[in-house]
């Protein structure tokens, strides 16, 4: 985040209207059938205001007042859906003001209000308190299902949320780690945000990209078992290392290890009368054979691994569970 034009000698050439950017990614966003939304750091490390405020120990508000007032003129400017707020950190509620100030005027007052949703960086120690949805801390998965809605933000790369020359291939996640965060992340009840970070010219490194097109290739299989589901009953089944989510009365189980012998043992669901299994795969779904045992259901699989084509799709699959409880 850059200081305010206001803080800068511009030279005084003639150089026509400038562009409006981000009024024109918002607009192609939107006119795609997307919602936009707004990342904005509170603090600019480099803002003289900013650092004036720092040096009086914050006991004067001079940036924040001005902060606020820019996120209401980007809100009415570009009308996102979403507010995403960070670099809250270096100072408290008293400082910020934003509940009595943005959100009152955010949730009340602004033309976004009957659509927008907002994380909880409003403030030091806001994190995990205050919030249309949770974010908490980078990279939180709580491993259970919570009562709000949260949201696990979190980079391809372990060590940056930028992009590092001297990075190494093993510091960026593994397609079966990142399939890992998706399912259960979903199956407890949140929202993945995946992180990559552009080099100078814009372009995507090509490990990230990798592992976006597998993630991608992985969804056009599987997305049947992500897209629109919410929390089933139970989250998890320990045994066999599966994730569960509804669409609804329609069960889905993600698995992440073909099982020995091709029988995936799972103790949460039960089969009803006439209940019936597949698993997702190219090409269409496969039938699975469905046998009650004691609690639980035994799945007989189909007797190979389906080889999907290089998708990546052997690292997680997913079956359909109709007729269970």
């Not at 009650?292 to 690292?315: H, I, R």
Request: charged share 15%.
């Amino acid at each position: 985040m850059w200081p305010s034009d206001k803080h800068f000698q511009w030279n005084s050439v003639d150089v026509g209207p400038r562009r409006d950017v981000t009024g024109e990614v918002s607009a192609a966003v939107k006119a795609a059938g997307l919602h936009s939304g707004l990342y904005h750091s509170l603090f600019e490390w480099l803002n003289p205001l900013f650092l004036e405020d720092q040096a009086n120990n914050f006991t004067t508000r001079n940036f924040a007042i001005n902060t606020m007032s820019e996120l209401k003129d980007l809100v009415t400017r570009y009308q996102p859906e979403v507010i995403w707020s960070d670099g809250d950190w270096p100072a408290g509620d008293s400082y910020w003001q934003a509940p009595e100030d943005f959100l009152a005027w955010l949730a009340n007052d602004s033309p976004v209000k009957d659509t927008v949703v907002w994380n909880d960086r409003w403030g030091k120690g806001d994190g995990c308190k205050h919030g249309s949805y949770f974010t908490c801390s980078d990279r939180y998965n709580p491993g259970s299902l919570q009562n709000r809605k949260w949201e696990n933000a979190m980079t391809l790369d372990y060590f940056s949320w930028g992009y590092r020359r001297n990075a190494a291939a093993g510091d960026y996640m593994p397609l079966n780690e990142l399939l890992l965060e998706l399912v259960s992340t979903i199956a407890y009840g949140g929202n993945l945000l995946i992180n990559v970070g552009p080099a100078l010219d814009g372009t995507i490194p090509v490990v990230m990209e990798s592992r976006l097109l597998a993630l991608g290739a992985w969804l056009a299989v599987n997305g049947e078992g992500v897209y629109g589901t919410a929390p089933w009953r139970a989250q998890n089944d320990t045994v066999a290392a599966t994730y569960y989510v509804k669409k609804g009365a329609t069960v889905y189980a993600h698995f992440r290890a073909w099982p020995v012998g091709g029988v995936l043992r799972l103790s949460a669901p039960a089969p009803g009368a006439g209940a019936t299994a597949a698993l997702l795969a190219a090409g269409g779904a496969l039938p699975v054979q469905v046998a009650a045992a004691g609690s639980g259901v035994a799945l007989t699989l189909p007797p190979y691994a389906p080889n999907l084509a290089g998708t990546g799709s052997d690292v997680a699959w997913v079956v359909r569970l109709v007729g269970f409880t």
